[in-house]
C-alpha cells in the first residue's frame, strides 16, 4: 500500500517539466527558426546577387534588336471617313462665314453709300458715262452694288452685259451693211436702216427693258417685271428676225450673207458673222428670259400687284392730280352756274 500512497509529483525527476528533453529539443528547433526568418532577406540572397551580377550571355550570330509591338488588330474603317467628315464640315463652315461676312461688308458698304447721298444732297446721275465739259449730262443713276439686292446683283449684271452685247452686234451689223452696199450699191436701203436701228434700239432697248428689269429688281415691282417681260418679248421676236436677215430689212443675217457671199467672198463672210452673233444674241436673250422670268416667281409678284401699283403710280404722279384738280374745279363751277 505504500507504493501506491506515494505522491508522484514529488519525484525528482518528473519536479519540473520543461526540463523533458523532448521539449526542450522542441524549444531550441522553433527558437532557431524564428531567428531564421526574421534575418532572411530575399534581396540579398547570394544566389540572386550573383544571377544579377553576372551578364546576359547572347548567342552568337543572333541579332539583338530593340522590342517593337505591333498592334494586333487594324484600325476601325469608320475612323478616316469621320476625320474627313470633320474636315468637311469645319470647310463648309467656313466657307459660309466668308459668306456672311462677305454680304455683311456689303451691306455696311451700301449703308455708307446711301449715308453719304443722303449728306450731299441726293444722287447725282453717272449714266451714261460722258465727260464733264459734254453739253449734255448723265440722265440715270446706275449702280448694280447699291441698288440691286445681293442675291440678284449677278442677274442684273448678266443683263446688263446683254445689252451692251446687243449694242455692240448692231454696231457690227451696221458695218456689214455698208460692206454689202460698198460691194452691191443696190442695198443702199439695208445700208440706211442698219444706221436707223443702231441710232433707234440701242437706247431704246437701254430705256424699254433693261431699265425696267433694273428697277423691278431694286424695288421689286410687280409692274416692271410685266412692262420687261412684254417688252423683251417683242426684243427676242426683232432678233430672230434679223438673226434671219430677210434682205431689205437692214439687218445682216443668214439670208442677207448668203446673198452677199455670191457678190463678194469677204463682204459675205462679214455679214455671216454679224449673223451668228443676231443668233447667239437671240438665243442668249431666251435663256437670260427664262431665268429673270424664274426669279420673277419666287419674289411673290403678281398680276393684281402690278395693276395696284400702276393705280397709286398714277394717283400720285403730280401731272395727274393736276389734271384731276382742274376737271374737278372745271365740271364744278359748270354745276354751280347752271344751279345759278
Known amino acids: 500500500m505504500s507504493e501506491h500512497d506515494s505522491n508522484p509529483f514529488t519525484e525528482p525527476e518528473l519536479s519540473n517539466p520543461f526540463q523533458d528533453p523532448s521539449v526542450a529539443l522542441a524549444r531550441q528547433t522553433s527558437t532557431a527558426m524564428a531567428a531564421g526568418l526574421e534575418e532572411f532577406n530575399p534581396f540579398t540572397d547570394s544566389k540572386l546577387t550573383a544571377m544579377t551580377s553576372k551578364p546576359l550571355l547572347v548567342a552568337p550570330g543572333v541579332p539583338t534588336q530593340p522590342a517593337v509591338m505591333k498592334p494586333t488588330e487594324e484600325p476601325p474603317v469608320y475612323s478616316q471617313p469621320q476625320a474627313q467628315e470633320t474636315t468637311g464640315g469645319a470647310s463648309e463652315l467656313l466657307k459660309r462665314q466668308e459668306e456672311l461676312e462677305r454680304k455683311a461688308a456689303e451691306l455696311d458698304r451700301r449703308e455708307r453709300e446711301m449715308q453719304s447721298l443722303n449728306v450731299s444732297g441726293g444722287r447725282r446721275n453717272n449714266w451714261p458715262p460722258l465727260p464733264e465739259k459734254f453739253p449734255v449730262g448723265p440722265c440715270f443713276y446706275h449702280d448694280i452694288t447699291v441698288d440691286i439686292p445681293v442675291e440678284y446683283q449677278k442677274t442684273v449684271k448678266l443683263m446688263y452685259y446683254l445689252w451692251m452685247f446687243h ?21 443702199g436701203v439695208d445700208f440706211g436702216l442698219a444706221i436707223l436701228w443702231f441710232l433707234l434700239f440701242t437706247p431704246c432697248s437701254f430705256v424699254c427693258w433693261y431699265r425696267p428689269v433694273y428697277g423691278a429688281f431694286k424695288s421689286d415691282s410687280s409692274f416692271r417685271f410685266f412692262l420687261f417681260f412684254f417688252v423683251y418679248i417683242c426684243q427676242l421676236g426683232i432678233y430672230v428676225l434679223q438673226s434671219v436677215g430677210i434682205a431689205g430689212w437692214g439687218a445682216c443675217g443668214w439670208i442677207s450673207a448668203l ?69 374737278t374745279s372745271t365740271a364744278a363751277r359748270g354745276a354751280f352756274k347752271e344751279h345759278i
Not at 451689223?173 to 460691194?183: E, K, S
Open 167 to 187: 449694242t455692240g452686234t448692231l454696231l457690227a451689223n451696221l458695218v456689214g451693211a455698208l460692206a454689202w452696199f460698198g460691194v452691191d450699191p443696190t442695198h
Open 259 to 327: 446673198m452677199c457671199l455670191n457678190t463678194n467672198v469677204a463682204a459675205g463672210v462679214l455679214m455671216i458673222m454679224v449673223a451668228a452673233l443676231f443668233t447667239s444674241l437671240a438665243v442668249m436673250s431666251l435663256i437670260m428670259f427664262k431665268k429673270v422670268h424664274t426669279l420673277y416667281r419666287t419674289t411673290g409678284a403678281s398680276f393684281q400687284k402690278a395693276q395696284q401699283e400702276l393705280a397709286t403710280g398714277v394717283m400720285s404722279n403730280k401731272t395727274v392730280q393736276a389734271a384731276a384738280a382742274n376737271a
